[in-house]
């Protein structure tokens, strides 16, 4: 099993900025990628961004977020600059993990409230 655990989140201005973190532990066979999502108030999980490992390991930068992966500590971060209250919202990290025995697989973690207000 694959157990993702998200840390960082909290209560922040508008037009600050913060920096979540997600540590991967378990069976990590191959790490196929990391990434964010995030699900606001009575909408839809959305994709904020993906790294996967055979594009190369570098940034996502999407805009005002910015996705990054420590693959030796396999971790992923997600950082988040000029904050809006539209980006609050409970944000979750990803893995895609291959394993002999399952194949490839999506994993999730508990995910961590952002709220963003005055």
């Known amino acids: 099993q694959v157990q993702l655990v998200e840390s960082g989140g909290g209560l922040v201005q508008p037009g600050g900025s913060l920096r979540l973190s997600c540590a991967a532990s378990g069976k990590l066979t191959v790490v196929n990628g990391m990434g964010w999502y995030r699900q606001a108030p009575g909408e839809q999980r959305e994709e904020v961004g993906k790294?996967?490992?055979?594009?190369g390991t570098g940034d996502v930068v999407k805009g005002r977020f910015t996705i990054s992966r420590d693959v030796s500590k396999n971790q992923v971060y997600l950082q988040i600059d000029s904050l809006k209250p539209e980006d609050t919202g409970v944000y979750y990290c990803?893995?895609?993990?291959?394993?002999?025995?399952?194949?490839?697989?999506?994993?999730w973690g508990q995910g961590t409230q952002v709220t963003v207000s005055s």
């Open positions: 790294i996967w490992t055979v594009r």
């Open positions: 990803y893995a895609n993990v291959y394993d002999y025995a399952t194949g490839s697989r999506d994993y």
